[in-house]
C-alpha cells in the first residue's frame, strides 16, 4: 500500500514538473496561456456568472491540455524521425487539427458568454 502512495505522489511530481516544462519551453503555450490570462481578467471586469466561469475554465483547460498534447507528439516526432517525412507531415498536420477543434470550440464558446455582455 505504501508503494502504491509513494508511486502516486512520484507520478504527481513528474506530471508537475511537465506542467512547468511546459510554461517554460513552448511558445505555443505560453501564448494560449497569455490568452487565458486576459480572459480571466475579462471575466472579472465583466462579472461573468457561476455557469460561465466553468464553461470558461473548461475552454481553458481543453485548448491548453489539447495544445500541449499536440506538442508531446510533436516532439515524439521529432525524436523518432527528424528528417522530412511525408507520413511524419501528416501526424503532425492531424495533432494540429485537433487544436484547431479545441480553439473553435473555445471560441464559440467564448462568443457565447461575452456577446450578450458586449452588446
Ligand atoms: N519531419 C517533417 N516531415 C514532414 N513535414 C513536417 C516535418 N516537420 C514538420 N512538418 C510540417 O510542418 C508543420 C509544422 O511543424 P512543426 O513541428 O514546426 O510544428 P509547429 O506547428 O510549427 O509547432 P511549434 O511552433 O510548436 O514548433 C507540420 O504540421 C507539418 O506539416
Avoid at 483547460?61 to 489539447?66: A, K, M, P, Q, R
Avoid at 524521425?81 to 503532425?92: A, Q, R, S, Y
Amino acid at each position: 500500500m505504501s508503494g502504491f502512495i509513494i508511486g502516486r505522489i512520484k507520478s504527481i511530481r513528474y506530471a508537475v514538473k511537465g506542467l512547468f516544462l511546459l510554461l517554460a519551453t513552448e511558445n505555443a503555450i505560453i501564448t494560449q496561456s497569455v490568452i487565458a490570462l486576459i480572459f480571466v481578467g475579462l471575466g472579472f471586469y465583466l462579472d461573468i456568472d457561476r455557469v460561465e466561469w466553468a464553461l470558461q475554465i473548461l475552454a481553458i483547460g481543453l485548448v491548453l491540455s489539447i495544445e500541449s498534447l499536440n506538442t508531446a507528439v510533436e516532439k515524439v516526432c521529432d525524436f523518432i524521425h527528424p528528417e522530412h517525412h511525408e507520413k511524419i507531415g501528416f501526424i503532425k498536420d492531424i495533432a494540429s487539427g485537433a487544436v484547431t477543434f479545441a480553439a473553435l470550440t473555445a471560441f464559440a464558446v467564448a462568443v457565447l458568454i461575452y456577446s450578450p455582455y458586449l452588446m
